[in-house]
């Protein structure tokens, strides 16, 4: 494709990842796309940006956190994390999780409005990878997989309920019985 250019999309480290290879893409990457539903260079400037990241999906109740943060000892963290009610219950689960390092003054956030392999395939979850493997070591890259392989089967967990009709959705119609 004309203007186009290879892209790797990561799920884990350098690309290991058993249910989700590296895919070589040949499609640029949109800065703002009907596709994605998303201002993609918004996203980049805030995961460029933060300090510690909360991204929200449409799908799932889980949220992934993100804390760049690092000092001497401290590895920066990723990890997939249940919905707080409040910002005061995120601030607590954080000092819980990161006890070694400060409270923080602001966590940014955004909604990832599509699944989490179009995170892979937009550009955006390479993106993330990226700035985290760059403060940490090997270890947070396979932490990044995790979190990926996490998202992808909470994802897949909640389509299957909906799809047999689990407590929390409504059926709009049922098979007759015979």
């Known amino acids: 494709m004309p203007g186009g250019h290879v892209r790797r999309v990561f799920c884990a480290a350098a690309g290991r990842c058993p249910t989700m ?3 070589p893409c040949t499609l640029p990457r949109p800065a703002m796309s009907d596709e994605f539903g998303v201002d993609l260079d918004e996203v980049f400037k805030i995961i460029d940006g933060a ?3 909360v991204v929200r999906f449409h799908l799932i109740d889980k949220r992934l956190l993100v804390d760049f943060r690092t000092r001497p000892g401290v590895a920066p963290f990723i ?3 249940p919905r707080a009610e409040s910002a005061e219950e995120r601030f607590r689960s954080i000092r819980r999780l990161r006890p070694e390092l400060p409270v923080p003054e602001k966590v940014m956030t955004f909604h ?3 699944s989490a392999p179009v995170m892979l395939v937009s550009g955006v979850w390479k993106h ?5 493997s760059a403060l940490g070591d090997d270890e947070t890259t396979e932490q990044c997989g995790r ?3 996490q ?3 909470e994802e897949h967990r909640e389509v299957l309920g909906a799809i047999r009709g689990a407590d929390h959705y409504q059926t709009l119609w049922e098979r007759q019985r015979a």
């Open 147 to 149: 979190a990926m392989d």
């Open 79 to 81: 990890q997939v994390v």
């Open 112 to 114: 990832w409005p599509r």
């Open 21 to 23: 290879p590296v895919i």
């Open 51 to 53: 300090e510690l990241l």
């Open 151 to 153: 998202l992808i089967a």
């Open 128 to 132: 993330l990878v990226d700035r985290i």
